[in-house]
C-alpha cells in the first residue's frame, strides 16, 4: 500500500516542496489563500481556531505521515491556523496540481480517497478514545492499540509529553497513571519499551 507522499508525489509529478518550521512557527493562518496541501514529515503541527470570545480551540494535532487542512482543497482560504509545536518538516503540495491529477487520473485519486477514508476512520476512533474518562485506562488503551507484532510490548518513538498531547491528558496526568499501572503490575518500563501484564 502506498504512502500518502507516495500518493501526493504521484499525483503533483513530483512537485512537493519541503519547508522546515522552528517550534511556535505558524505554516498559515486564517484566512489565507490556499495554495498547497501540506503532510508532516518530521515534528508536530497543530491547527487551531480562536472562537469570538478569545478562547483557542485545538482541531487536530497532525503527527509525521498524516496530512491535514485537506478540505482546503476545495475551499479559497484557510479556515484555522496551523503552528508548529516542535521544530517540523513539512511538505508543500501545489493545489492546482492536485486538483488537476484528480480530475485527470481515477487511480490516483482513488489512491488518496482510500487513504483519507482511513484517516477519517482513525480519527472518529481517536474521538471515541477521548470519550475515556479515566487517565489509568487511557493510557492502558493507548499502549494496547500500540502493542508490538508480538503483542507483548509497546515500543515508544515519542516523548510521553508528546503522547499526553495527542491522548488529550497534561503529562503531569500520564505519568501518575504510568506509575500507577507499574506499581499495580500492569506494567513493566524498561527505557522505551512498555512491557504490558496481564491482569
Not at 507522499?5 to 486564517?30: H, K, N, P, Q, Y
Request: hydrophobic fraction near 40%.
Amino acid at each position: 500500500m502506498s504512502t500518502l507522499i507516495e500518493i501526493l508525489e504521484s499525483l503533483s509529478g513530483g512537485s512537493g516542496v519541503a519547508r522546515r518550521l522552528d517550534a511556535g512557527e505558524m505554516l498559515f493562518t486564517t484566512g489565507d489563500p490556499v495554495r498547497s496541501l501540506f503532510v508532516v514529515e518530521t515534528g508536530q503541527l497543530r491547527l487551531l481556531r480562536h472562537t469570538e470570545h478569545g478562547a483557542t480551540l485545538t482541531l487536530h494535532v497532525a503527527q509525521p505521515g498524516e496530512a491535514f487542512a485537506e478540505a482546503s482543497l476545495f475551499s479559497r482560504t484557510y479556515h484555522c491556523d496551523a503552528a508548529a509545536d516542535v521544530s517540523s518538516l513539512v511538505r508543500a503540495y501545489p493545489k492546482r496540481a492536485l486538483l488537476r491529477a484528480l480530475r485527470e487520473d481515477s487511480g490516483a485519486a482513488l489512491a488518496l480517497t482510500g487513504h483519507l477514508a482511513r484517516q477519517v476512520q482513525a480519527l472518529r476512533g481517536h474521538i471515541e478514545f477521548l470519550n475515556i474518562k479515566s487517565a489509568r485506562d487511557r493510557v492502558l488503551g493507548y499502549l494496547h492499540n500500540h502493542l508490538s507484532a508480538s503483542a507483548k510490548h509497546v515500543e515508544l518513538e515519542r516523548t510521553w509529553k508528546a503522547i499526553a498531547t495527542e491522548i488529550g491528558l497534561t503529562h503531569e496526568a500520564v505519568y501518575r497513571a504510568l506509575a500507577e499501572l507499574e506499581r499495580d503490575g500492569r506494567i513493566e518500563r524498561d527505557g522505551k519499551a512498555v512491557v504490558l501484564r496481564k491482569p
